[in-house]
């Protein structure tokens, strides 16, 4: 069954391990001494990318079952690889391990796709290059990344001026294996899973939040103990059936196991503030990591809202599907301060704004702030959508579908295979 513009959503849905989570216990496992056993894992691509990584820096990874076996080597103690890494389409992954490798005495090139080609390195590599890592991009900014590990690294205080978590999490894997004491102060906070793991896994790490900044503190006095980690559902991927849920008066939803975490879920906070009617029906707390049940019920349509700069960093994965919403939202829509989104797997500023006038949605842009002119009635659709091969943008434009007269033409769906691969098969079993 198709989406379309008679579609309801319904149905009971567990959404696919989070990605983010997904990267940092593959890496983190990698590191402590001994099994540690992982459920849920995506096997989305940016993800096993991560996984082939960690396999050429000497961990062994089994799966068996339902379930992938890892044995860790202890920092200091990774392998020399034998061949270039290569990442794919993951930011994520680059970045995290250029982190973990920066303070071993190993020499590494690392590259990925045509997309990931084009994406600043230098915010995350400047950082590692104080601690002694020697470290080359291409023009001084993009992969490939030919990067020196230093077995000796410096411990440093870091102030983190751009909002990410992926900056902050290579430090913190840097520090894994550098002698004394490193800080870092971070003034937004940022998706917080590298900092709850190492808690979990009984590492010295110490997360103090203050008015206007967080304050971490990590020292390598401790081993990282193994870990049995069931990979709670990612918020980011289940966002796309919430709002679609939100879309339809009429739309019936349970979501289960999914991961709530504060700086993930600011997308819901949205919704709701727009007039979806989502309910948190059950919570419990899993190696530091709140996981929730919910239930979305939608009466009654949607209505405009204004993002202010400082929301934009908790749902910041979620502004292509949320552009959708705006789109069928009563009243003008404002998303302030999107400039992070242009360095993101596209320009997906650009792409949502162009794809939003190609379905009869107007918007415009102005100073990386997003205007959306919403109502409630169906829009013209049947545009060729242009995605860059950004999965995101790519499935925003599908869940459209729901309030278009006649569906969007969208050529190659494969990029949904870097992040949820049975997207399609997933969101057919809850079409009304």
């Known amino acids: 069954m198709s989406l379309n513009k008679?579609?309801?959503?319904?149905?009971?849905?567990?959404?696919?391990?989070?990605?983010?989570i997904s990267h940092r216990i593959l890496i983190l496992a990698g590191q402590a001494i001994g099994k540690s056993e992982i459920y849920n894992l995506l096997e989305g691509e940016d993800v096993i990318n991560t996984l082939k990584a960690m396999r050429l820096l000497g961990v062994k990874i089994e799966k068996k079952g339902n379930k992938y076996h890892v044995f860790g080597v202890p920092p200091g103690g990774l392998f020399q690889p034998n061949k270039i890494i290569d990442f794919g389409n993951s930011g994520t992954g680059i970045r995290l391990i250029s982190g973990l490798i920066s303070s071993n005495n190993i020499k590494v090139k690392l590259v990925g796709d045509s997309s990931l080609s084009k994406r600043p390195m230098k915010r995350v590599t400047e950082h590692l290059s104080r601690i002694g890592a020697v470290i080359q991009l291409r023009k001084k900014l993009f992969p490939p990344i030919k990067l020196k590990g230093t077995g000796n690294a410096v411990p440093l205080t870091f102030e983190i001026l751009i909002p990410s978590a992926q900056i902050k999490s290579a430090i913190m894997l840097s520090t894994l294996n550098t002698k004394g004491t490193v800080?870092?102060?971070e003034f937004k906070s940022t998706r917080d899973h590298t900092e709850n793991m190492l808690m979990s896994m009984g590492y010295n790490i110490k997360v103090k939040e203050g008015l206007t900044h967080r304050f971490i503190e990590m020292k390598n006095n401790k081993d990282l103990n193994t870990i049995n980690y069931n990979v709670p559902g990612d918020p980011s991927s289940a966002?796309?059936?919430?709002?679609?849920?939100?879309?339809k008066p009429g739309s019936r939803l349970i979501v289960k196991n999914i991961l709530f975490n504060k700086t993930r879920v600011g997308f819901i906070k949205t919704l709701k503030k727009m007039g979806g009617e989502i309910k948190l029906i059950r919570k419990r707390k899993i190696h530091n990591e709140l996981i929730a049940d919910l239930e979305i019920e939608q009466k009654r349509n949607l209505k405009s809202t204004t993002l202010k700069s400082f929301d934009i960093p908790m749902q910041i994965d979620e502004i292509p599907i949320l552009s959708i919403a705006a789109s069928f939202a009563k009243g003008l829509t404002i998303f302030k301060g999107l400039k992070e989104l242009t360095v993101k797997e596209s320009n997906r500023l650009q792409l949502i704004h162009?794809?939003?006038?190609?379905?009869?949605?107007?918007s415009k842009i102005e100073n990386y702030d997003l205007y959306i002119y919403g109502n409630h009635d169906l829009k013209r659709g049947g545009g060729v959508i242009k995605h860059n091969d950004d999965h995101r943008i790519l499935m925003s434009f599908f869940i459209a579908n729901m309030i278009c007269e006649k569906n969007n033409i969208i050529k190659d769906k494969s990029c949904v295979k870097t992040s949820y691969p049975t997207f399609f098969k997933d969101i057919s079993k809850f079409i009304n």
């Open 183 to 185: 800080k870092i102060k």
């Open 354 to 362: 162009e794809n939003l006038r190609k379905i009869g949605v107007k």
């Open 239 to 247: 966002a796309f059936f919430i709002s679609a849920a939100c879309l």
């Open 6 to 20: 008679h579609s309801f959503i319904r149905g009971i849905y567990y959404p696919p391990g989070d990605k983010s």
